[in-house]
């Protein structure tokens, strides 16, 4: 394979003999294109600055938190990421800690001067480094891809990617573009430092840091006029905070995530982060004040009140941003309960992506996680939201969304009389909607999840749900889970049967202890304009004995403006 790139490569010109003075110097600029699949990326590129030992990786036409260099006085890569409120972490990593490359015999020309060949391997990727030894110049356009080779002209990843020096100048360097770090602030290892840099691509809004959310705690019910102050409604399931939260950026994307773990608590419950809409007369706040009775009723057909539940013209019910179910017992049991080989989670987390509500997510918003139990010690939760940056392709234009919840039968003030949702018994659950002019590509945000009558209870029994707009069918499945059993060691205290099977494991509507429950979309591309009747129907399972069966379904519409 001798000299196999001099045909491909860029053509370029033998040196002069003043261009062949000038390798003996140390001082230089590389600039560095990129070609994937065989086209060359538009844009700049990346430059190498060397000055005497020294080298300073620039990426072209970005703004880097973190600053990359060579040492070649101490044979080491220094990696300084300096955060926004003056945190400086260094990674310092010496040469033979990298990983070492296979020396091939091949050889090629790049920009007029001889090449060699070596090969790595990193996570199953195929790396293949070309170098020369032909000037006085040491560095690598990646830290840790040959750094002790030479000078590193191309570098190809799994024979598609690859990263090719253009030009080298051989001219000063300012102390602008070396840019030497003055301040290498914490020295850490590779993994914290590796933790710093993913955490600081994205920002993180906590929200609820180490709550109990537990039975018991009787406490007044205030107006929640105080920002970033927690309150507990519902004899403590309930915790609401009234934060501020960014306005979206366009292409950004939003997740929710939760961390929760038992804190006396044996069971697996029913969990739900919630925005309480403040539009209308009345609010679900004034049910956590005042009490579900001032909450508009639906009233079945089983004589049933059920409070909050479905929107009106002067109520908007809780905007569900996540339901999560908790585990039996993670962390509290976990000592209690010992089974060789059985290594029980510390928590769970649970991490959604909701991004299409973060138009209604914004601004001064009241925002509460509520976990159903009966126990003194409870659960503790941390929420946070987390927003990450558009991608570069990403598509920014757009006006933003319509966001409005229409109705949410989970009864979050279930510890203060809020009704189950055994509605579907004998009738469905209806609403008649306004949707205004100048939407786009409507959808119906559907979560739905089955509870109740122990084994013949349409908890463990699968039942079909069906939506219907103006009593047009638009969608209809079973929700089903069959993967619980992939849970088992987030569930320490879950019952053990005597076929082998723990409680935990078993097949349920659409939930498994310790995980969240994702919703379905539902597209409605015949929905115009003006009053529109929502209708789910769900073949609820009648009573047994003192059990009883319910469903906990909430749908928001959403559309683009």
Not at 36 to 47: C, I, T
Not at 56 to 74: A, F, M, N, R, V
Request: hydrophobic fraction near 35%; glycine fraction near 10%.
């Amino acid at each position: 394979m001798k000299g196999i790139l001099a045909g491909v490569m860029l053509a370029a010109a033998l040196p002069t003999a003043a261009q062949k003075k000038k390798t003996d110097s140390t001082v230089a600029v590389i600039t560095y294109g990129y070609v994937n699949n065989g086209k060359p990326s538009a844009g700049e590129g990346l430059k190498l600055v060397i000055d005497h030992g020294k080298a300073h990786l620039l990426p072209g036409g970005k703004t880097q938190k973190e600053q990359q260099y060579l040492d070649y006085s101490d044979n080491s890569t220094l990696q300084v990421l300096s955060l926004s409120n003056g945190d400086v972490y260094t990674l310092k990593k010496p040469f033979k800690d990298h990983p070492q490359p296979e020396l091939l015999p091949d050889t090629a020309t790049i920009l007029g001067l001889p090449c060699k060949k070596a090969k790595l391997f990193v996570r199953s990727n195929t790396i293949e480094v070309w170098y020369t030894n032909a000037v006085q110049l040491k560095g690598t356009p990646f830290l840790s891809y040959g750094p002790d080779l030479g000078l590193v002209l191309r570098i190809v990843r799994n024979g598609n990617s690859e990263t090719i020096a253009r030009k080298i100048e051989y001219r000063k360097v300012t102390p602008q573009e070396l840019s030497w770090p003055a301040n290498l602030g914490q020295q850490v290892d590779d993994a914290a430092y590796t933790r710093a840099v993913i955490d600081s691509r994205y920002t993180t809004l906590p929200i609820f840091q180490n709550e109990q959310i537990s039975w018991g705690n009787n406490t007044p019910n205030p107006a929640i006029t105080e920002l970033d102050k927690t309150f507990h409604f519902a004899g403590g399931t309930v915790i609401v905070k009234r934060v501020k939260l960014p306005a979206p950026k366009k292409g950004q994307s939003l997740f929710a995530e939760l961390v929760q773990y038992s804190n006396g608590d044996a069971y697996d419950r029913t969990g739900s982060v919630f925005m309480i809409p403040v539009t209308g007369d009345t609010t679900f706040l004034d049910g956590l004040t005042k009490g579900a009775a001032v909450l508009p009723i639906f009233q079945d057909r089983n004589g049933k009140k059920y409070q909050g539940m479905v929107a009106t013209p002067h109520y908007t019910p809780t905007l569900e941003i996540m339901r999560f179910f908790t585990p039996f017992g993670v962390r509290q049991f976990n000592d209690q309960v010992k089974i060789k080989g059985y290594h029980w989670a510390d928590s769970v987390i649970y991490k959604q992506d909701v991004t299409e509500l973060q138009d209604a997510l914004q601004g001064e918003a009241l925002i509460g996680v509520y976990i159903g139990n009966y126990d003194k010690g409870g659960h503790k939760v941390s929420l946070s939201f987390k927003y990450y940056p558009a991608d570069a392709d990403a598509d920014t234009t757009g006006k933003g969304k319509w966001v409005m919840p229409i109705f949410n039968t989970t009864n979050v003030m279930e510890m203060a009389g809020q009704e189950y949702a055994t509605l579907f018994d004998k009738d469905s659950l209806t609403v008649t909607v306004n949707i205004p002019e100048g939407l786009k590509s409507l959808q119906l945000r559907y979560l739905t999840t089955g509870h109740g009558g122990w084994g013949g209870g349409d908890e463990f029994n699968p039942k079909q749900n069906e939506i219907f707009v103006d009593n047009q069918r638009v969608y209809h499945f079973i929700p089903w889970r069959t993967d619980c059993a992939t849970y088992r060691f987030s569930n320490p205290a879950s019952g053990n049967f005597g076929d082998g099977l723990s409680s935990s494991d078993l097949s349920r509507s659409n939930w498994c202890p310790g995980t969240l429950t994702t919703p379905v979309f539902i597209n409605l591309p015949d929905v115009k304009p003006g009053l529109h009747t929502f209708r789910v129907a769900i073949p609820q399972g009648k009573p047994a004995g003192t059990s009883q069966s319910f469903w906990n379904v909430s749908g928001i519409l959403i559309g683009e403006k």
